[in-house]
């Protein structure tokens, strides 16, 4: 992903998991009032703290933005990282940290770019109750991950159900409808 968004068409690059509900107009909408000129990491940690990494020479403390709820970095942030990124570079510090790509992202972009995650809370993955999301607030949501957690069998977000669990059973399609309820037929086709 990230050497392909170093292309100059781009204002900006956001990742989403294939598991994801991205609520475009929403996202648009967030991303149109920033200036992608100017160096942003949007996303949402999913742990309490920051996280440290003891596999470099010195203890490093940072966040990141959890990839199970997606993520979005800017045009000028992206121009920052491409020389740690290209020809494999990316792999290679991930491989070097021992870290999943998103806390290896995290690394680059807090720690050796120095450039602080911007929190939204409009990003959600499935580490958290996402049946505790008030419905008003729904539509101004950026993504939701599917998936369970341990203690919570089937974690979805709390919509009236528009489709029947085997048809839709991360209920994406069920919260499209909520969403943009006069598209939905058009939606299930």
Known sequence: MLDVEMHNCYRWACHFDDDNYVNIAELVRVLKKLDPKLDWYLGRPSTMGPIGVDSTPEKVTFWFATGGA???????????????????GFEELGELLR???????GYLIEHLLQVKLTVLDKFHSHLEDLDEIN???????????AGGRPQIAKNVVSVPEEY???????RFRSLHCFIYGKHCQRFAQ
């Open 99 to 105: 870290l999943p790509d998103d806390v290896s992202l």
């Open 164 to 170: 029947i669990v085997e048809d839709d059973p991360q």
């Open 135 to 145: 419905k008003n607030d729904i539509h101004k949501q950026i993504s939701f991950s």
């Open 70 to 88: 997606g993520f979005c970095l800017s045009k000028s942030l992206l121009g920052k990282m491409s020389s740690y990124v290209r020809n494999g």
